[in-house]
């Protein structure tokens, strides 16, 4: 079962099931009041121009619309995960099928995603980012310096192991902007991977590994017109290669993104706010332990754009939060011993936040 994604006006669910007329998987709809099923999109409609069988799906994803489909297909391995591999766009009312990045190596893209109105595709390839209209076939690239030590839009090693950072560009909600991460490995001492199984002789792996009092790759963020152009870097005070960016977001409005940069010891995590076209930048919200803290994953900006929900542990126990991105006013909203495990939901019109707690 799965990948499931829910359809953009909650009338169903699509998921993957193989398929009986081709070597494949149908994308299926089925409705959770009544159980009914219907085949969406056939495997028999994902067969390439010139190939006699369809790709398999890995993943895909519906644009905001629901008239088009990414595919992704063909993955490779990276780090941990598959990462890369080709990008297909189904258009459902016409049934074109086009490959995404047509210069692009096989198997090379990653993390694409639709822009917000589903007419372009924001994509990672041989460490750049690009967009491709979707129309047009016209592709631009927002990055040109990606190397094998300088990665934009992805990340490194070790981002990707503790903070589990692998896709690392965000569309603004309105669509004109594209906020990414750049890691630059340059002087990470490499580590050697010997590998005695796969081959008659051993083959040896290089890649970037720091350790403990080592050097570290250097982090930034930076803000790029989707339309190409120069990219605005946040002005962030302090050693980039000291300092960690676990989290970063459109901050409930196209004008600002919401980042968490933690210090090398990790006891020190700030909530900060940048600003498109400036690069300026602030802190809303500061957390400091004795020991160490984690990145928080379940930030969600309310409705209003003013304040967010924030996992704190600076009472002891682990609870929810509301903070204002003033920075001014944090308030407890889930007093109590116990430790909060994860936010499921935020009913703002009835006033409810729904959350999964324990007392150990």
């Not at 594209?178 to 008659?200: C, K, M, P």
């Not at 682990?318 to 935020?346: C, N």
Request: charged share 25%.
């Amino acid at each position: 079962f799965g990948p499931a994604r829910w359809l953009s006006d909650g009338s169903g669910y699509t998921t993957l099931e193989f398929s009986d007329a081709a070597r494949g998987r149908d994308i299926v709809r089925y409705d959770p009041e009544t159980g009914a099923r219907e085949v969406l999109v056939p495997a028999t409609r994902l067969i390439p121009e010139g190939e006699t069988a369809p790709f398999w799906i890995s993943d895909y994803e519906w644009s905001e619309d629901g008239s088009m489909l990414l595919i992704f297909t063909n993955t490779r391995r990276v780090w941990r995960e598959n990462t890369r591999g080709d990008y297909w766009v189904l258009e459902l009312a016409t049934g074109k099928l086009q490959k995404l990045g047509r210069d692009a190596k096989p198997a090379s893209l990653m993390f694409a995603k639709f822009s917000p109105d589903g007419t372009r595709v924001a994509y990672v390839t041989e460490n750049n980012v690009y967009v491709e209209d979707l129309a047009s076939g016209n592709i631009t690239h927002l990055t040109d310096d990606g190397s094998e030590t300088l990665i934009n839009g992805t990340s490194d090693w070790v981002n990707e192991e503790e903070f589990f950072l692998r896709d690392c560009f965000r569309w603004s909600p309105d669509g004109k902007w594209i906020a990414y991460w750049q890691f630059d490995t340059e002087g990470v001492h490499r580590f050697q991977l010997i590998n005695n199984i796969d081959s008659l002789y051993p083959t040896l792996t290089s890649f970037p590994y720091p350790k403990a009092g080592t050097k570290n790759s250097a982090v930034r963020l930076g803000i790029v017109s989707a339309g190409g152009g120069a990219t605005t870097w946040l002005k962030i005070e302090g050693d980039p290669r000291e300092h960690y960016i676990p989290r970063m977001e459109w901050a409930a409005n196209s004008n600002e993104i919401v980042f968490q940069y933690m210090n090398r010891l990790q006891n020190t995590n700030r909530v900060m706010l940048g600003t498109v076209g400036t690069g300026e930048v602030r802190t809303v919200l500061t957390e400091t332990d004795a020991a160490w803290l984690d990145a928080v994953d379940d930030l969600r900006w309310l409705s209003d754009g003013e304040s967010f929900t924030w996992i704190s542990e600076r009472d002891g126990w682990r609870h929810v939060y509301v903070a204002p991105r003033t920075g001014q006013g944090i308030r407890l909203v889930t007093p109590g011993e116990y430790d909060v495990v994860s936010v499921e939901a935020v009913d703002e019109e009835g006033g409810w936040l729904y959350f999964i707690a324990s007392p150990d």
